[in-house]
């Protein structure tokens, strides 16, 4: 089943996202050689109606709500930040009774109330995302970062709307423009009007679902009965629940039949990755594909199956004494954790070296791995050569840290905007990277082990001698 969801989604997905993957430039004022549209405030659109046909009204609802019975007749695309007098479901009604094609803002801090408008329209096809750097983050950037948070932002979160706002600061503004300009025609990502993605097909949905009802029998058939009718008629819910579930399924089949490295690296990530699309081929709905609805639980997804696996190991063990070195292990991992937790979800933390790291492998390899995989595939090499068993309290760690494998192959699809070529590449990066590190951390490990060896023996020869 996982590979006939493989068969006949990616190639679908391919083609859906290839049109609905590009985006559209929106600036203050043009900028000479690049084709965008104009951006006008609401309080403005008199003095500028000469620029309506090539523009987009940006409207704050606290300062200028009053003018939407004037601006919502121009059949122009808008977009909203701030609250309105009107309740969400009156200023929803009358976005959809005039068809407005509405756009909100990606990270608003004063956004909650336009998503929510948004999220209670009846036509959630007429619904953009827009992108774009505040006026008060310019100083942490230069034009080089800040180019490459654009051009991330459509090629791993298919934005459907770049906007430009003028800085206050002394920045290469056109400069900026140009080049985010030119490095999206360069890969294709460009048009001149904004659109966002409208269709799905049923046809995935019914395949995923008979996919997640398969797996998770292997595990529990009446878990599987649970999770169905959730999956199918509350999705919040459902999907989450089945990627968890599914994510048992996946650890507890192949720990008791994966015995050969080679084959079991290539089935946990071949299972994960089904997984993963059919939940990605269950979020086809205009309100997913257009950020409205998330996948929720990201965090809990991520943390149950390895906290499980530990915590079980490590009960099982309480008997035996902590010795110093056991406590700093697991105060390291303590920490690891919960960096591991922060920086997991939709909204996440970045250090400042890790979003460097993060600009120069997007620049060397169109798109970054998770490096908690590159990490975790080493420790599920060590799990299956030592048939998922062993002994001792911090034994559990090493299998608990390769399970990470399985759920943040998974994580990687349950994001609904992103193309799912990304996916799939990031995915294969992981993979190889993961496996490449624990090669060269088993070459170290023989050399290590050779050099202690041929000293041991030195010295024997030298105390033989020395005997005589």
Same mark, same amino acid.
Not at 196 to 205: D, T, V
Not at 390 to 400: D, N, R, S, Y
């Given at each position: 089943m996982g590979i006939i969801i493989a068969i006949l989604y990616i190639p679908w997905r391919f083609r859906f996202d290839e049109v609905y993957a590009k985006t559209t430039l929106v600036t203050e004022s043009a900028v000479e050689g690049v084709d965008s549209l104009t951006l006008i405030s609401a309080k403005d659109l008199k003095s500028r109606s000469s620029e309506l046909g090539v523009s987009v009204i940006f409207i704050d609802l606290k300062d200028h709500w009053s003018l939407l019975p004037e601006i919502l007749p121009l059949q122009r695309p808008i977009i909203l930040t701030g609250i309105s007098p009107y309740t969400a479901a009156q200023l929803a009604e009358m976005l959809d009774s005039h068809s407005t094609y509405t756009g909100y803002m990606e990270f608003d801090e004063r956004g909650e109330y336009v998503k929510e408008v948004l999220k209670l329209r009846r036509e959630k096809t007429l619904v953009f995302r827009v992108h774009n750097l505040k006026k008060k983050e310019y100083p942490n950037y230069d034009v080089k970062a800040a180019v490459v948070r654009y051009v991330r932002a459509v090629r791993e979160r298919s934005i459907d709307m770049l906007l430009f706002l003028k800085p206050e600061n002394d920045f290469a503004y056109e400069d900026f423009?140009?080049?985010?300009? @030119?490095?999206? @025609? @360069?890969?294709?990502?460009?048009? +001149?009007?904004?659109?966002?993605?409208?269709?799905?097909? +049923?046809? =995935? =949905?019914?395949?995923s679902t008979a996919f997640i009802l398969f797996l998770v029998a292997s595990l529990s058939p009446f878990l599987a009965l649970v999770i169905l009718p959730l999956w199918i008629f509350f999705p919040s819910i459902g999907l989450p629940l089945g990627a968890i579930s599914g994510h048992f399924a996946i650890y507890y089949y192949l720990s008791k039949t994966a015995r050969d490295t080679v084959r079991g690296i290539l089935l946990f990530f071949a299972f994960s990755v089904f997984l993963g699309l059919s939940i990605n081929s269950s979020m086809l709905t205009p309100a997913y594909q257009n950020g409205l609805e998330l996948f929720r639980g990201v965090k809990l997804s991520l943390v149950t199956l390895p906290g499980w696996l530990f915590l079980r190991g490590f009960l099982r063990s309480a008997k035996q004494k902590m010795s110093g070195a056991d406590v700093a292990i697991l105060c390291l991992v303590a920490i690891g954790a919960v960096y591991y937790i922060l920086r997991s979800g939709n909204f996440s933390l970045v250090l400042d070296l890790e979003r460097q790291i993060r600009d120069i492998l997007d620049s060397l390899l169109l798109v970054r791995p998770r490096f908690k995989e590159i990490l975790a595939y080493p420790l599920l090499v060590i799990s299956i050569k030592n048939g =998922?068993?062993? @002994? /001792?309290?911090? /034994?559990?760690?090493?299998?608990?840290?390769?399970?990470i494998s399985i759920v943040s192959v998974v994580n990687t699809f349950c994001h609904a905007t992103v193309p799912l070529w990304t996916g799939l590449l990031r995915s294969l990066y992981s993979l190889v990277f993961g496996v490449l590190f624990a090669l060269v951390l088993k070459w170290f490990s023989n050399k290590n082990g050779n050099i202690i060896k041929e000293s041991e023996g030195s010295l024997n020869v030298e105390s033989r001698e020395g005997s005589k």
């Open positions: 423009v140009r080049q985010v300009d @030119e490095k999206l @025609e @360069e890969l294709n990502l460009l048009q +001149s009007s904004v659109t966002s993605p409208r269709a799905g097909n +049923s046809r =995935f =949905f019914i395949l =998922f068993k062993f @002994e /001792g309290k911090l /034994g559990p760690l090493i299998i608990a840290g390769g399970s």
